[in-house]
């Protein structure tokens, strides 16, 4: 994968998060390094066509209702909760696809996937985007792209 593309998944992905977090956050460094703390909801998106690779989303329980309640108002708990963590995986992924599609970039997405723990598998790059939710918790987004 050309050094340009690889920009441009973690452009896309930045431009994704600033679109969807309607509440107080802050972005930290990136790294190479993926939580492993087995509490967190982590969700898996693949992305296949000319970018290739999996996204992962890992966040606590009380992240995501923030989130969720940053967006709709109002708190979102329960059942309504684990839905919402698959549609907010979905709509970040989503925006990617669409931002890298305006960039001649053909990307087709799966449906989220819930993981018990994560494994990982062998990719070329990995980039974790770790965020602070502002007196809540993190959230990180990891992206294992195939070169």
Do not use: R, W
């Not at 994704?16 to 990136?30: A, G, N, Q, R, V």
């Not at 066509?49 to 923030?66: F, K």
């Amino acid at each position: 994968m050309k050094k340009d593309v690889k920009a441009q998944l973690l452009d896309g992905t930045m431009a994704s998060i600033k679109m969807l977090l309607t509440i107080p956050y802050s972005i930290e460094d990136t790294t190479n390094v993926i939580p492993k703390d087995q509490s967190l909801h982590s969700v898996q998106i693949d992305l296949k066509g000319e970018c290739t690779g999996t996204i992962l989303i890992q966040g606590q329980t009380g992240v995501y209702s923030m989130i969720g309640e940053g967006m709709f108002g109002m708190p979102v708990t329960g059942e309504l909760l684990e839905s919402f963590i698959g549609e907010f995986a979905n709509m970040l992924t989503g925006n990617l696809a669409t931002l890298l599609s305006n960039h001649g970039l053909t990307t087709d997405i799966s449906t989220p996937k819930f993981l018990p723990s994560v494994e990982i598998d062998d990719y070329e790059t990995l980039v974790t985007i770790p965020i602070e939710i502002i007196a809540h918790g993190n959230l990180s987004i990891s992206l294992f792209i195939n070169e």
